[in-house]
């Protein structure tokens, strides 16, 4: 049978992929895989240098056929490859970080060497390259700095007069920070560059709990009564149920907090005029308000969030207390909460309802284990059960029309006291602050970098392409319908005006 040569080309990774699989086995680990870290001391392209060690432990278990190759607590250790710092702003605009991971100290008499790069850092408002290379945002790249550069030199569309824009550079002199630093406590995904061997470690619990406890068999009877998704003040569908934790009200805030989320502020001028600044200035707001979703009519008792440096990018979940089933109810009277998790990933110009919205990412189920994962390394979570629910929609939409991929299980979370599994590690990020040099250096990088950007992007031919760019960009958001035999919980947002409220991951 005759083979195309650019169809060989495209099936060669993914055979030496699953080659690689097949003769490690579960002794080791292929080209490829991705583990999950946390930094447990910080690093910044502002200071760190070439040769720098960079320390972080792995808080998802890789396992095979129940076997552990790699526990939670996992020392893994690196480098500082290379570092781009933006400095004065005259020869470089942007910061780039290439970190690289060499050694994963299994036990104290016991190493494994490994070659590993960075593939994504959680809730980071910089990109990741195909290389592995960490790249930062540029400064200039902010609302107001696109409107005071691409707009003021547009000969015939320029709604600003130079007063106008000396005004609203003074009333708006926000100058995101260019340069990169990642507090300890912030999680990275790093990919395997070679396949290494390394021995089975000592067991660990699974995710998925051999002994099923009789609250999650209580909670797992009830699953065909639960609601399958939360909805907007309107009544239309947003969030999918896919969580269920066992505990008092206590154990679920002393949990959340122990894993390094925060609560949301209520809608405030305050909370208004701190949202506003951080869409101005990039960078992350911790208790950023959430809007009301409700469950069969009532709304949520906790919302809890967790993000880094990025306005647009954060995991979030609103958690209902469950009392209308009287069977759900545990031997030892503790309380049911559901909760409905997602993530969201960047906020864009809709061209079809006129305004910016906020979108999520579609496998919820991955966002479901990455909050799993938050809590036991925080040593909160006694087991987890999976209870399926067979005629659940697996591809639906939410308020948004953003689809929403899913198993459709729920995972019933037990709680515990929290005893962490690696004491001292560092969890929550929110409350870090980083500005690097002083008022007159940060003043004057400010007019170097301002500068720049003003000579390469304040023309006309340059605002064509970005407009084009954003233009191409927002049509990609156009809802996908799910299939007809899926679509028995989707209500079609096209035909029903959105207020701001109604809108799934508006902040």
């Keep these: 049978m005759r083979v195309f040569p650019g169809l060989r080309r495209r099936l060669a990774p993914v055979a030496l992929l699953f080659c690689s699989a097949l003769s490690f086995g579960c002794d080791g680990l292929p080209a490829g895989q991705t583990l999950w870290i946390r930094l ?3 690093v910044s392209s502002y200071s760190s240098k070439p040769g720098d060690p960079v320390h972080a432990v792995l808080i998802e ?6 076997e552990t190759i790699l526990p939670i607590g996992t020392s893994i250790e690196g480098t500082v490859h290379s570092v781009r710092k933006v400095g004065w702003g005259i020869e470089h605009e942007t910061a780039a970080l290439d970190l690289r991971f060499t050694r994963a100290v299994v036990t104290p008499d016991s190493s494994l060497a490994m070659t590993a790069t960075v593939a994504e850092v959680e809730n980071a408002r910089e990109q990741v390259s195909t290389k592995g290379v960490i790249q930062g945002i540029r400064s200039s790249d902010s609302p107001q700095g696109r409107i005071n550069s691409r707009l003021r030199h547009l000969p015939t569309l320029n709604p600003y007069s130079d007063v106008g824009l000396i005004a609203f550079k003074a009333t708006f002199p926000i100058f995101p920070e260019p340069e990169i630093y990642f507090p300890a406590g912030t999680d990275v995904r790093i990919r395997l560059k070679e396949p290494i061997r390394a021995p089975a470690a000592a067991a660990v619990q699974p ?3 051999a002994v099923v406890s009789n609250e999650e068999l209580d909670v797992e009877r009830a ?4 609601p399958e998704r939360s909805t907007t003040p309107a009544m239309l569908n947003a969030d999918v149920v896919n969580l269920a934790f066992v505990g008092s009200r206590q154990e679920v805030e002393d949990t959340f907090r122990q894993a390094g989320w925060s609560t949301s502020d209520t809608f405030t001028k305050r909370s208004f005029m701190h949202d506003f600044y951080a869409f101005l200035n990039n960078s992350g707001y911790a208790q950023a308000p959430m809007r009301p979703f409700l469950l069969e009519g009532k709304s949520e008792d906790m919302s809890w969030q967790k993000s880094l440096n990025s306005y647009a990018r954060r995991d979030h979940l609103r958690i209902w207390q469950w009392s209308q089933a009287p069977q759900v ?3 030892d009277a503790r309380t049911i909460w559901l909760s409905s998790s997602t993530h969201d990933t960047g906020a864009t110009l809709s061209l079809r309802r006129h305004q910016f ?3 999520i990412a579609p496998d919820i189920d991955e966002e479901r284990s990455k909050i799993i994962r938050d809590l036991q390394v925080a040593g909160c979570v006694e087991s987890v059960h999976m209870a399926p629910r067979p005629g659940m929609s697996n591809l639906t939409q939410n308020a948004n029309g953003d689809p929403v991929r899913t198993d459709g299980d729920l995972a019933i979370v037990l709680l515990k006291p929290c005893q962490p599994v690696v004491p001292g590690l560092a969890a929550n990020t929110a409350q870090t602050k980083f500005k690097a040099g002083n008022h007159v250096f940060r003043y004057f990088r400010r007019q170097i970098l301002t500068f720049r950007s003003d000579i390469w992007r304040a023309n ?7 407009l084009g760019r954003m233009s191409v960009e927002a049509m990609r958001h156009h809802p996908v319908p799910p299939p007809m035999q899926q679509a028995k919980a989707f209500v079609k947002p096209a035909e029903t005006d959105l207020k701001p409220a109604q809108i799934e991951g508006q902040p």
């Design 223 to 226: 699953v065909s009564s639960l």
């Design 329 to 331: 109810e545990t031997a």
């Design 40 to 42: 447990s001391s910080p």
């Design 61 to 66: 278990a890789i396992t095979c056929e129940n």
């Design 460 to 466: 006309i031919i340059y605002g064509i392409y970005d």
């Design 207 to 209: 995710v998925e709990s």
């Design 357 to 359: 919205i906020h979108h």
